[in-house]
């Protein structure tokens, strides 16, 4: 059964980097691509962006001037920085794989579990 | 960006009740709309993609329908694991945008 199991820092202060990691287990990582998304307490969600195996992204542009992300394919790892974090970055981070199918919209179908990141001095 | 608006925000039905969620996108994004299931603390669980097409394990109870700017999603008949919010997508273009959710509670 394939799983996400995401960490990274809890607690950061105002003009830290956020740094959260996403591990792929029992599934193929090629084959899809992968996404972040964050909800603030309380709120909606909010997609942060993507990237495949390859490591090309498609970004927020909301956020695209802090937001930078990275693969290891020989770990099936991907992970999401965000830098000079405020206030308005605490949430739930979510890591989630994205399914592009010829002649299909593309759609998030398995989600990790969420990280609950805090900007707080 | 695509903005995305559910209606209603919040809804309260009973179980055993037809209930239609409604999403409206600011401009045509043809069938590319997806819709998740979020509980309290937990990560959301997608239930269809490509407007109508259902997500494998979700209960043929869910059903969506629509194209261009509006869209539905429709439980035929509430069970009480159905008591979440749910979201739609839009993976027509970037950024992907939610709807701002709709809550469905238990009258």
């Known amino acids: 059964q394939v799983q996400l199991q995401q960490w990274g820092a809890g607690l950061l202060k105002p003009s830290d980097t956020l740094s959260l990691t996403c591990a792929v287990y029992?599934?193929?990582?090629?084959?899809?691509?992968w996404s972040w998304n964050r909800q603030s307490p309380g709120k909606g969600l909010e997609w942060i962006g993507e990237?495949?195996?390859?490591?090309?992204?498609n970004l927020n542009p909301a956020l695209k001037s802090r937001v930078s992300m990275s693969v290891d394919t020989s770990k099936n790892q991907f992970s999401l920085k965000l830098t000079s974090v405020t206030a308005a970055d605490t949430a739930v981070y979510y890591c989630?794989?994205?399914?592009?199918?010829?002649?299909?919209?593309?759609?998030?179908?398995?989600w990790g579990r969420g990280t609950l990141v805090t900007v707080s001095s | 960006a695509t903005q995305m608006t559910q209606s209603p925000s919040s809804l309260s039905a009973s179980v055993g009740d037809r209930v239609t969620i409604t999403c409206r996108a600011s401009?045509?994004?043809?069938?590319?709309l997806g819709w998740y299931q979020q509980k309290p603390g937990k990560a959301p669980k997608l239930l269809i993609f490509d407007t109508s097409s259902l997500q494998s394990g979700v209960p043929s109870r869910f059903s969506g329908s629509g194209s261009g700017t509006d869209f539905t999603l429709t439980i035929s008949s509430l069970q009480p694991e159905d008591f979440a919010t749910y979201y739609c997508l839009q993976d027509y273009n970037y950024p992907r945008t939610f709807g701002q959710g709709t809550r469905l509670e238990i009258k």
């Open positions: 990237i495949n195996h390859s490591g090309s992204t």
């Open positions: 989630a794989r994205g399914v592009a199918v010829p002649g299909s919209s593309d759609r998030f179908d398995l």
């Open positions: 029992g599934g193929s990582f090629s084959d899809y691509y």
């Open positions: 401009q045509g994004i043809g069938n590319a």
